[in-house]
């Protein structure tokens, strides 16, 4: 499988894949291999092999000093025709995916993207499972022709977990291949945007989830103020985030975060699957909207029916004078 | 110099039943068309737009040719039907290179599919480098090279890659211009060309479903819970109190 760093630091997608993998290495009765592309990496060792991989190989040399995707598809895809692997794992994110897909055209195999799911089934064959037409749908998709077989894996869903006994890692180092001659492509310039103030939507306990029943973002002020009183994370669905009240790193459900808060209080949010999907695993879903046949009340616990932006304000007085009351 | 803007539809897969059902142009691809055109009026050259897909798709396509492109390919053929990325991908690369390109430009992803896959392989079938999620687009006026913004998960890159490329657009490229009445007349005269596999000189196992590395096993609808919860009106003098009740009974106040 290949990690993804940034600046010597490991993404947390590393370890949800270590997890992955393991478990898929283990059930095919396979080693699992871990690649990592950059240069001064070797402190990233210790933590690694916490994750029980057969065997880490880092990539280095004056080539991997930035992420090229084409760099590293040539420089993976040499050490794939060594190696024969039948699987190798991928983060699903912008630079894993431009990775993954580049390599698996070299390769000529095929590439199951952006699963939810990775596993062996019952008749020992390698699964990939992911959300299809528009998220309406799970698939479940083998390969059966060619290997490897690629596929990437959405963060964070699957947990990380250290292995329970620690193989005998064996420490490779490979050069890492340069861009073919006839192209010339270099990163310029990288720029990190300050994230927005949203809480960590991974860990607090209660979520408040914004949909379009908001009515205007300026109602936010609102969900904001009774979101630092439960100490809760905010997150929206897909429309209020292509709508721009909230950026893409807030949103919730099949093509944003997945969940699994205590309580998921979904604020005029009207429940569709896509969204759903990324709070199936939440203790209590409460729900207010105005609409009675919104499908999230099919899922919620408790739910109100009602204008949110008359209800609000009540809500947030009385957790208010909870709060203060506790105090 | 001729440019390529090329829309992809993805083919059915599985059990879905495409007949009479309407394709849409999948909203990636329409920044991707409008790219094109924005490169072609700094530049000059031309437009050509390629999809795959069954018939219906035409109606996309000519969507595209009432924005401005010079030329339209459909890749129908009862061979390329149920073709993972995989076989889309070489069908779409066989066929660029066949009509010859210096740029080609993709929607990041089909809004079915959702992979963001087929750009990139394509991109790699047909050997040269890609940049994808594109922000924003300057190309070199010598027409040799490119600067790109990439979008990231911490913000974005700057990105310079030699022409010819492939680029996958995000939605933050461009605001696609609507086709007018005249445009729409003068589109009415451009062909939308059909392509078959014979066209592109692709064997029956090379693409569609026989092409196809990926298989799905089945599909199911995600098992969502069923909340069998306690639903009040606004009015109900309840409505809040049950809340705060929720809420102390779980330790969160």
């Known amino acids: 499988m290949v990690g993804e760093q940034k600046d010597g630091q490991l993404a947390a997608v590393t370890m949800e894949l270590l997890t992955a993998g393991r478990a898929i290495a283990s059930s095919l009765n396979q080693q699992l291999t871990l690649l990592l592309i950059g240069n001064q990496l070797d402190h990233l060792i210790g933590t690694l092999e916490e994750y029980g991989p057969n065997r880490i190989v880092l990539i280095s040399g004056e080539e991997a000093r930035e992420f090229i995707p084409e760099v590293y598809s040539e420089s993976i895809a040499v050490l794939a025709v060594k190696a024969s692997p039948s699987v190798m794992l991928f983060p699903a994110t912008y630079d894993g995916r431009d990775v993954a897909a580049r390599l698996a055209a070299k390769l000529g195999v095929g590439l199951a993207a952006d699963c939810t799911e990775l596993r062996v089934d019952e008749e020992d064959r390698f699964v990939q499972v992911r959300p299809a037409f528009g998220g309406n749908l799970m698939a479940v998709i083998q390969q059966p022709i060619t290997k490897p077989q690629l596929a990437t894996l959405r963060p964070h869903i699957v947990k990380p977990e250290k292995a329970s006994l620690k193989n005998g890692c064996i420490i490779e180092q490979a050069k890492a291949v340069g861009l073919p001659k006839s192209y010339d492509k270099a990163i310029l310039k990288t720029v990190r945007e300050v994230a927005e103030e949203s809480g960590n939507l991974d860990e607090a306990e209660v979520v408040i989830g914004v949909g379009r029943g908001l009515g205007n973002p300026g109602n936010l002020k609102m969900v904001n103020r009774l979101a630092v009183l439960l100490k809760a994370a905010v997150g929206g669905s897909r429309g209020v985030v292509d709508a721009g009240w909230l950026p893409h790193s807030q949103q919730i459900g099949l093509t944003g975060r997945v969940i699994s808060p205590k309580m998921y209080l979904a604020l005029g949010v009207s429940g569709a699957v896509q969204h759903l999907v990324g709070v199936r695993t939440a203790k209590e879903i409460v729900a207010i909207n105005i609409d009675p046949e919104a499908p999230i009340f099919k899922v919620a616990t408790y739910g109100i029916v009602g204008d949110l932006a008359s209800l609000l304000p009540g809500i947030i007085s009385s957790v208010e004078s909870s709060v203060t009351e506790k105090a | ?253």
């Not at chain 2, 599985?14 to 924005?38: C, M, Q, Y």
């Not at chain 2, 990105?159 to 605001?175: F, G, M, Q, Y």
């Open chain 2, 1 to 253: 110099m001729p440019d390529v803007a090329e829309i992809r539809i993805d083919e059915v897969k599985h059990t879905l039943i495409r007949a009479g059902v309407p394709s849409i142009l999948n909203p990636f691809d329409e920044f991707a068309v409008e790219e094109a055109l924005k490169i072609r009026e700094q530049l000059s050259g031309d437009v050509t737009v390629i999809s795959m897909g069954p018939m219906q798709a035409k109606d996309a396509l000519f969507k595209c040719l009432a924005m401005g492109a010079d030329r339209a390919i459909l890749l129908s053929d009862p061979k390329f039907a149920g073709a993972d990325t995989w076989a889309t991908s070489k069908t779409l690369a066989m066929t660029i290179k066949k009509i010859g390109f210096d740029l080609v430009i993709c929607g990041m992803k089909a809004v079915d599919g959702e992979t963001c896959q087929v750009g990139p392989e394509i991109a790699e079938l047909l050997g040269v480098p890609h940049v994808s999620y594109v922000k924003r687009l300057e190309i070199g006026q010598d027409g040799k090279s490119l600067v790109a913004e990439r979008m990231t998960e911490q913000g974005h890159q700057l990105v310079r890659s030699s022409i010819p490329c492939l680029l996958t657009a995000t939605k933050a490229l461009n605001v696609p211009r609507m086709p007018t009445l005249i445009s729409q007349m003068a589109a009415k005269k451009k062909p939308i060309e059909i392509f078959t596999a014979e066209s592109i000189g692709a064997q029956k196992d090379e693409v569609g479903l026989p092409g196809s590395l990926t298989h799905v096993l089945k599909v199911y609808t995600p098992n969502l819970r069923t909340g069998e919860g306690r639903i009040v009106e606004e009015s109900d003098k309840d409505a809040v109190p049950g809340l705060l009740e929720l809420m102390k009974k779980g330790g969160l106040i």
